[in-house]
């Protein structure tokens, strides 16, 4: 089985910064891709950030330019570097991975206050 566990998140001001990490364990293949997602009040969940293991990373048009995704391939581990953070940023964020199937975390809350 495999096991995502998130930490960070938490309450931000408007143009702060606030850092997301993840750690899978289980039966992951090497080729992977892990990233974030995330999903507001009465939003469908949507892309932030994923990066696949031969580094290649997507990021939605809202958060490029103040969202940095990386990840230590070793740790299975994968973080979300969020900068000048807005209100709009306000949701759950869930990190995610795919190896042979999707897997989800359990999601952490990102409150940004203007």
């Known amino acids: 089985q495999v096991q995502l566990v998130e930490s960070g998140g938490g309450l931000a001001q408007s143009g702060g910064s606030l850092t997301l990490s993840c750690t899978a364990s289980?039966?992951?293949?090497?080729?992977?891709?892990m990233g974030w997602y995330r999903q507001a009040p009465g939003k469908q969940r949507e892309l932030v950030a994923v990066?696949?293991?031969?580094?290649?990373?997507n990021y939605a048009d809202s958060v490029k330019g103040r969202f940095t995704i990386s990840r230590d391939n070793a740790k299975n581990t994968v973080h979300l570097q969020m900068n000048s953070l807005k209100p709009e940023d306000t949701a759950v964020y869930y990190c995610?991975?795919?190896?042979?199937?999707?897997?989800w975390g359990q999601g952490t809350q990102v409150t940004v206050s203007s």
């Open positions: 990066t696949r293991s031969g580094g290649i990373t």
């Open positions: 995610y991975l795919f190896t042979t199937y999707d897997y």
């Open positions: 289980g039966s992951i293949f090497s080729w992977n891709t």
